[in-house]
């Protein structure tokens, strides 16, 4: 290929636009395309397929040419935008997912104009990022010593609190020398309805997933404090080393919450480090009525969650919060000549948030929090979450007063695992999930529970109401009735 001469641009070349008129009306309609389709979200099927040509269409050559800013927004608009999994959308009941908001969705444009590195140095955004900080010091009752940190979501959130918890138990030299070196076999405990990556981050962090311990659950699939405390003595008896209790507020399967002031009790009798995955049952602290049910969150050494479930902040914001902040940095502050600190100019500010994580380079993750809490206050998001229990009342109470449906799990906060009756119940239920998506009525998901295939329910978005509840029992029995 012939190398075209460069010749140092004054300003032609940037990347801004050549007329920032055109450029600020193209942006208005933009805008206002995004704000049409939140408000008219109801009218839209909640997931469709995606047709082949869609899908084919957007596959091209790396594009050496311009195109312009108009064009690529009608490709979005025509072939991403009505293709999403629809988590926005109060049919959305599948998995996890928040629903987010238009105020989230502004600041979200803010942090990328801005376009601000959150690794460190000293500037504003950090300061709102330490607000945060505060303000969930002050949610948990945790103390003023306390740090925390935005990442992606709960996963990367569970394993630092991980690998805190195992530099804490070996010292921070296991750092320089591995996990091989030390003569202890660390052992962790979680429930049999954690989520998969607590596995996850025993693997990632060098300790294996054969040293988690899932711990039976009880018929409130709450973790059995005695086998726990069984399986502790009898690790200990054989030499090992336990490490780690994780407690899950609100698991990912029928949103049991574990016992956490027995587990907090244990974990301080045996000097256990205690973690709590709160993925979206920890923000259950906003909501009067579900705060009591964390009791015992407030003695966790490190609590991970996500503010864009329950929050409603827009993808993605995980956070963790760990008591101990000389524990935290000392498990990942990593020194260089390049991020020397200083006490006045811009490396001021030391420590920097990416003494606290894996992550130099780091988004405004925060605006969009601060924005969402600023905007809405704590009641009203505690409201939203309540809210989301009370929907999953009226959904299970629906299923227990339709002969055609089975409940198949206790509803302890917004969870909800039910089937129709038939026979080939896996067969016909994991069809039925598959065209209520399809039909673009309803869109749960499924999981097993006690070897059956469930219908789940999560209603995690602000926008669900009992409308939506009622599509979902009607479409479930008319796509079984067909199907049997
Ligand atoms: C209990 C629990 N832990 C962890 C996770 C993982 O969180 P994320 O998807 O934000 O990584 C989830 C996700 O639903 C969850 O429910």
Same mark, same amino acid.
């Given at each position: 290929? $012939? &190398? *075209?001469?460069?010749?140092?641009?004054?300003?032609?070349?940037?990347?801004?636009?050549?007329?920032?008129?055109?450029?600020?009306?193209?942006? &208005?309609?933009?805008?206002?395309?995004?704000?049409? &389709?939140?408000?008219?979200?109801?009218?839209?099927?909640?997931?469709?397929?995606?047709?082949?040509?869609?899908?084919?269409?957007?596959?091209?050559?790396?594009?050496?040419?311009?195109?312009?800013?108009?064009?690529?927004?009608?490709?979005?608009?025509?072939?991403?935008?009505?293709? $999403?999994?629809?988590?926005?959308?109060?049919?959305?009941?599948?998995?996890?997912?928040?629903g987010g908001t238009p105020v989230g969705m502004l600041a979200e444009m803010l942090a990328a104009g801005l376009?601000?590195?959150?690794?460190?140095?000293?500037?504003?955004? +950090?300061?709102?990022?330490?607000?945060?900080?505060?303000?969930?010091?002050?949610?948990?009752?945790?103390?003023?010593?306390?740090?925390?940190?935005?990442?992606?979501?709960?996963?990367?959130?569970?394993?630092?609190?991980?690998?805190?918890?195992?530099?804490?138990?070996?010292? /921070?030299?296991?750092?320089?020398?591995?996990?091989?070196? /030390?003569?202890?076999?660390l052992v962790a405990y979680a429930s049999a309805g954690a989520h998969s990556c607590?596995?996850?981050?025993?693997?990632?962090?060098?300790?294996?997933?054969?040293?988690?311990?899932?711990?039976?659950?009880?018929?409130?699939?709450?973790?059995?404090?005695?086998?726990? *405390?069984?399986?502790?003595?009898?690790?200990? %008896?054989?030499?090992?080393?336990?490490?780690?209790?994780?407690?899950?507020?609100?698991?990912?399967?029928?949103?049991?919450?574990?016992?956490?002031?027995?587990?907090?009790?244990?974990?301080?009798?045996?000097?256990?480090?205690?973690?709590?995955?709160?993925? !979206?049952?920890?923000? %259950?602290?906003?909501?009067?009525?579900?705060?009591?049910?964390?009791?015992?969150? *407030? &003695?966790?050494?490190?609590?991970? !969650?996500?503010?864009?479930?329950?929050?409603?902040?827009?993808?993605?914001?995980?956070?963790?919060?760990?008591?101990?902040?000389?524990?935290?940095?000392?498990?990942?502050? /990593?020194?260089?000549?390049?991020?020397?600190? *200083?006490?006045?100019?811009?490396?001021?500010?030391?420590?920097?948030?990416?003494?606290?994580?894996?992550?130099?380079?780091?988004?405004?993750?925060?605006?969009?929090?601060?924005?969402?809490?600023?905007?809405?206050?704590?009641?009203?998001?505690?409201?939203?979450?309540?809210?989301?229990?009370?929907?999953?009342?009226?959904?299970?109470?629906? +299923?227990?007063?339709?002969?055609?449906?089975?409940?198949?799990?206790?509803?302890?906060?917004?969870?909800?695992?039910?089937?129709?009756?038939?026979?080939?119940?896996?067969?016909?239920?994991?069809?039925?999930?598959?065209?209520?998506?399809?039909?673009?009525?309803?869109?749960? /998901?499924?999981?097993?529970?006690?070897?059956?295939?469930?219908?789940?329910?999560?209603?995690?978005?602000?926008?669900?109401?009992?409308?939506?509840?009622?599509?979902?029992?009607?479409?479930?029995?008319?796509?079984?009735?067909?199907?049997?």
């Open positions: 290929m $012939a &190398h *075209e001469e460069i010749i140092p641009s004054t300003s032609n070349d940037s990347l801004d636009p050549v007329d920032w008129q055109d450029f600020r009306v193209q942006s &208005h309609r933009m805008l206002d395309d995004m704000l049409n &389709h939140l408000e008219h979200l109801r009218e839209q099927p909640v997931w469709q397929p995606i047709p082949q040509e869609v899908r084919t269409s957007l596959q091209q050559p790396l594009p050496q040419k311009p195109t312009a800013l108009a064009t690529v927004h009608a490709t979005f608009m025509q072939n991403v935008l009505p293709y $999403a999994v629809g988590n926005a959308h109060p049919g959305f009941m599948g998995w996890v997912h928040g376009n601000a590195n959150l690794g460190g140095r000293d500037q504003m955004p +950090i300061e709102v990022e330490k607000q945060i900080v505060q303000w969930m010091r002050e949610l948990f009752s945790f103390p003023d010593t306390a740090s925390g940190l935005f990442v992606t979501g709960t996963s990367m959130a569970n394993l630092i609190g991980v690998l805190v918890a195992r530099t804490a138990t070996l010292g /921070s030299s296991v750092r320089q020398q591995g996990v091989a070196a /030390s003569a202890q076999r607590i596995a996850q981050a025993m693997d990632i962090s060098g300790l294996g997933t054969e040293a988690l311990r899932l711990i039976p659950m009880n018929d409130q699939y709450q973790m059995d404090v005695t086998a726990l *405390e069984r399986t502790i003595a009898a690790d200990r %008896g054989a030499g090992l080393t336990p490490f780690l209790i994780v407690g899950t507020a609100g698991t990912v399967e029928v949103g049991a919450i574990d016992p956490l002031t027995a587990l907090a009790d244990i974990a301080e009798r045996e000097r256990l480090w205690f973690h709590v995955d709160g993925a !979206f049952g920890a923000l %259950g602290m906003l909501a009067p009525d579900i705060a009591p049910r964390l009791a015992g969150i *407030e &003695h966790a050494d490190s609590i991970a !969650f996500d503010f864009h479930k329950w929050g409603q902040v827009p993808y993605d914001a995980g956070f963790i919060l760990v008591r101990d902040s000389t524990l935290h940095r000392s498990a990942f502050e /990593s020194p260089a000549a390049y991020l020397r600190r *200083e006490t006045r100019g811009m490396a001021a500010g030391s420590p920097w948030p990416c003494d606290f994580g894996p992550d130099l380079s780091r988004g405004f993750r925060a605006l969009k929090t601060w924005f969402t809490i600023m905007v809405y206050g704590t009641k009203k998001m505690g409201r939203v979450i309540s809210g989301t229990c009370a929907i999953a009342q009226y959904l299970k109470n629906r +299923i227990e007063t339709t002969p055609e449906l089975e409940l198949l799990a206790p509803v302890a906060l917004n969870i909800v695992c039910f089937r129709y009756r038939c026979e080939n119940a896996d067969r016909v239920n994991a069809d039925i999930v598959v065209a209520l998506q399809e039909s673009g009525i309803a869109a749960p /998901s499924t999981t097993t529970i006690k070897g059956h295939l469930a219908i789940r329910a999560a209603i995690v978005n602000h926008r669900t109401n009992t409308t939506d509840i009622d599509a979902l029992i009607d479409a479930t029995i008319a796509f079984g009735a067909a199907r049997t």
